[in-house]
């Protein structure tokens, strides 16, 4: 709502004369802390949430009495104060104290909103009650419903508790748009409200990214902006006005990591040897984001090729961690979880080979999921090892991660793999938002993954802490040991033996017009970054993938690892593991990167992960905390996730990037 509107809202208000300068215990004051001992039920959660706001308050006996009915006079002054918080200064109030009925609230806030009139369906309303149009308009726009039996409860009186959650409604209502830490249901609700457009909120992504990423603090994120973009919102505002949104994902602005193929703009995998390559088609990922409504906004820097862990590469340099300007951002997906860290965009999308979604979300306060090896395709991703990659979303809440893992989850013809994900992807992963996910849940904390090194101290130092709040949220954490644990950390990673023979592939995939067409040819030309240079001889000279010696790292690292897990779990009883993302926080750059073993568990059984921030450091270095479970079960892990983030809200945006 526009300042001029709010001012006409408040003006209404007067002229109704129902103001009056008497908030006795409604408004919010001090002393009194929530939840009252006698709220319960359907509207505790509102009121709650109304009080924490400062919106209302209760009486000095700890008691809210939400069946207490409210006078006009009170419920128009709180109506006032909602406005008032919204930066607007409320004229005296005046009024009288007979009590409010539902449908008289519904009129006032229709006239108050200059919010016009709409037809309604609630049984108990007469057709020609002067109230109707009022009572239609209000439930449309979500401020004042009806009862669950399809009633408005028309005559009924209005009570506080009633009140508490219109208060806040309108709160959401009436409150200016914010964008810093603004979730994709939050933009989609300020779309859908009108506070704002997706054109709009792309311009103000655009000018974050143009103020904070080569400017200021100088994050250097991301490689590629999409020069389209104010174009295509404008084709998605257009649409949603035509057809209404596709669904949760219409009109958001996302940054993908550069080595997902894009057919609008280049894709590089951060290397100058890419810098013209525009991919014929776009990645099968990339695809349905922009089938469910996406925007991609930019692409964001990579350790080059995925190489590493500090997001370092020939065509965008090194990107910083906006925690610490000083500190790497975590990597392979460092760019993307940067760029998320400082609001550039809603949400983003990382690839992880061995920790590259899990890392950068570790270092940069943020939610990453690795899925399931098969649950998303990897189609049109620049391969590392598929036997171990993944493409997986990087989110500032598990609600925005469930949504971009609803929207990207699928079979795909062309990744065969995928093929096992038919019958393993629910309804929608958020119907798994679940508060109370941890109670009940036995989870087994992976003792191994504690490094006992002066450099780790305090990363176990928050995840003991972690461990502590999920026992006081109702899960049982037990201490477990992994059978064959030194064994399996034995084993490498096949990115040094597969990353030539797939590459080869993809760029052959590029048609004649590829600026390169072999891993030979890139060396030769060098056009990629120097550091990296021996790794990439090192990977050209393996001839072919028919070794015994390849074959036997496939068949028995995957075994060992995966029966080891699953007897662990199955032993114990345990819904889930858990450890520290990494073992050590975010290096200073130029001082190397030490993750630990903790990313191979989810890298090597090809189960899922998802990494949820676990607060900060002394030093203020955000630290993740990681759950893993079985195949498929990204359920189990969204629903333990949110809980966890629901009871301890460790995310903390970065100070760098106001």
């Not at 920790?355 to 991703?381: A, D």
């Not at 508060?435 to 191994?448: N, P, S, W, Y």
Request: charged letters at 20%; proline letters at 6%; hydrophobic letters at 35%.
């Amino acid at each position: 709502m526009s300042k001029r509107n709010v001012k006409k809202f408040l003006s209404t208000l007067v002229c109704v004369g129902l103001l009056l300068a008497m908030p006795g215990t409604l408004f919010a004051q001090s002393g009194i802390n929530a939840p009252f001992k006698d709220v319960s039920g359907a509207l505790s959660d509102e009121i709650g949430r109304s009080y924490s706001l400062q919106l209302v308050e209760g009486y000095p006996d700890g008691s809210f009495q939400p069946n207490k009915a409210i006078s006009r006079s009170e419920f128009a002054a709180l109506v006032a104060h909602v406005a008032q918080r919204t930066g607007i200064t409320p004229p005296a109030p005046s009024g009288d104290n007979t009590p409010i009925k539902r449908e008289e609230a519904a009129a006032m806030l229709g006239a108050a909103l200059q919010t016009g009139s709409a037809g309604e369906d609630f049984a108990d309303v007469p057709d020609d009650s002067p109230y109707a149009g009022a009572i239609g308009k209000i439930s449309e726009a979500g401020i004042m419903g009806g009862y669950g039996s399809g009633r408005f409860g028309f005559g009924d009186t209005m009570t506080r508790g009633q009140a508490a959650a219109v208060a806040l409604r309108l709160y959401d209502y009436v409150k200016p748009f914010e964008l810093l830490e603004a979730g994709i249901p939050d933009l989609q609700e300020a779309m859908t409200s009108g506070k704002i457009t997706s054109e709009q909120l792309v311009r103000q992504y655009l000018d974050r990214i143009a103020k904070y990423d080569h400017q200021g603090p100088s994050i250097n994120s991301l490689i590629t902006v999409n020069p389209k973009a104010l174009e295509i919102a404008a084709q998605l505002d257009q649409e949603r006005k035509e057809k209404g949104p596709r669904g949760p994902l219409h009109g958001i602005p996302i940054i993908v990591k550069d080595n997902f193929d894009t057919a609008d703009m280049v894709t590089s995998a951060g290397c100058l040897c890419l810098k013209t390559s525009v991919p014929p088609e776009d990645a099968f990922q990339i695809k349905k984001l922009k089938d469910a409504g996406a925007i991609i906004l930019a692409k964001a820097n990579l350790h080059e090729f995925a190489f590493g862990i500090t997001t370092q590469s020939s065509l965008g340099g090194q990107t910083l961690n906006p925690y610490a300007l000083d500190r790497t951002p975590g990597g392979s997906s460092g760019g993307t979880g940067a760029s998320i860290a400082s609001n550039f965009a809603a949400a983003g999308m990382g690839t992880d080979t061995g920790g590259s979604i899990r890392i950068p979300s570790s270092f940069n306060s943020l939610v990453g999921i690795r899925p399931t090896i098969g649950l998303s395709s990897r189609s049109g991703i620049i391969p590392l090892a598929l036997t171990q990659d993944v493409g997986g979303p990087i989110a500032k809440t598990v609600t925005d991660a469930a949504i971009l893992l609803d929207a990207t989850a699928g079979y795909d013809p062309d990744d065969v793999v995928t093929a096992g994900s038919v019958g393993h992807i629910p309804v929608s992963y958020t119907q798994y938002l679940q508060e109370d996910g941890l109670k009940g849940a036995r989870i087994g904390f992976v003792t191994q993954l504690l490094e006992d090194k002066p450099e780790a101290a305090s990363v176990n130092q928050v995840t003991y802490q972690a461990l502590d709040e999920m026992r006081k949220l109702g899960a049982e954490v037990l201490p477990v040991t992994l059978p064959d644990y030194d064994k399996i950390v034995k084993y490498p990673s096949l990115s040094s033996w597969e990353f030539k023979f797939q590459l080869n592939e993809y760029l052959a995939k590029l048609g004649p017009n590829a600026p390169m067409h072999s891993l030979g040819e890139i060396i030769d030309s060098g056009q990629f970054d120097q550091s990296q240079k021996q790794s990439m001889i090192d990977r050209n000279v393996r001839t072919s993938l028919d070794t015994a010696e390849y074959k036997d790292i496939v068949l028995f690292r995957t075994r060992t690892t995966q029966q080891s897990l699953l007897k662990l779990m199955a032993d114990q009883r345990l819904d889930a593991l858990v450890y520290p993302s990494t073992s050590q926080p975010a290096a200073l750059i130029g001082k190397g990167q030490t993750s630990g073993n903790n990313n191979r568990l989810s890298a090597f059984t090809g189960f899922p992960a998802i990494t949820v921030p676990a607060g900060f450091t002394p030093e203020g270095l955000p630290v993740g905390i990681e759950f893993l479970a079985r195949a498929y079960d990204e359920p189990t892990l969204i629903k333990l996730g949110y809980s966890y983030e629901q009871g301890t809200h460790h995310r903390k945006a970065p100070v760098s990037t106001p």
